[in-house]
Every structure is written in structure tokens, then in C-alpha cells.
């Protein structure tokens, strides 16, 4: 039986492992087929296919975009934010890479205010949570939540 995992995060969004480690954690795991769907982010992808080809796993470029929309309910109008998983997109692809850059820059600005929040009660700073991202990484709620860990505001990341 092959197994196949196309739904999996790394370091470079909201994941714990790198993309090196979460491969080498799903081979391990006897995966056979392995999706990289990183939030908004293809930079893990040439790590990890690296990766998978030195261990023999078939892996599948993806992404998990991020999209935001306005619906009707109850009278009102409300936000909702939804995850589409796309397999084997075109990461030069002129539409895609401006919805990409749109959803990080929305990203980073949440992310901002949750920050500054959360500064007016605590030494929390932007460049600490900075400092919890891999390179190329998408910022996120994961960051803010990891530098929280390391300054022992909280116990864990959940």
C-alpha cells in the first residue's frame, strides 16, 4: 500500500520541522508520496525535494494559499478567511505572485498589531518575534506564539 501525505507544514509557515526534517520525519514515518503545502510560501520546496530525492520519497510541490471573503450572514456581512491547497502551481506565475505578496503583506500586518497589543503589557518587541522565522518563512500567529514560549509567557505554542 503507498501511503501519501499532501497536506504537511514546515518551519517555513507554521510547522516545527524544516523542510529537510519534516521529509526525513516522513520517510521515517514510512511515507511513501509527500506534499509540501507551506502557508503561502514556496521556499521550502528546493529543500525539501532535495531531501526526497537522497532518501527515495516522491514529493509533490504545493502550497496552502491563504484567501479572504466577505459573506452574508445573518443580516450582516462577515470576513472568513479560507485555505485552498493548490499541487504543482507555477511559483512564477504572475497572478499567483501577487496574491502571495497581498496575503503576506496582510499577514505581516495582523501579525503587527498583535504584537503591539501585546507589548503594551509585556517586553515584546517586533524583532523578537522576527527572530523565530526561518528565511523566507511566512509570518504568522506560530511566531508570536514561539517568541511568548522563549520569553516564558506561556508554556507552549498551543
Known sequence: ?????????????????????????ATKAGINVLALTDHDTVSGWDEARSKAIELGLGFIPGIEVTSVSDIERFGRTIRISVHLLAYLPDPNHEALAVVLGDT?????????????????EMPITWEMVLDHLDKGATIGRPAIADTLVTMKKVSDRS
Open 1 to 25: 500500500m503507498v501511503k501519501i501525505d499532501l497536506h504537511t507544514h514546515s518551519t517555513r509557515s507554521d510547522g516545527l520541522d524544516t523542510p529537510s526534517e519534516l521529509v526525513t520525519n
Open 104 to 120: 503576506v503583506a496582510t499577514r505581516e500586518a495582523r501579525a503587527r498589531a498583535i504584537v503591539e497589543k501585546l507589548a503594551t
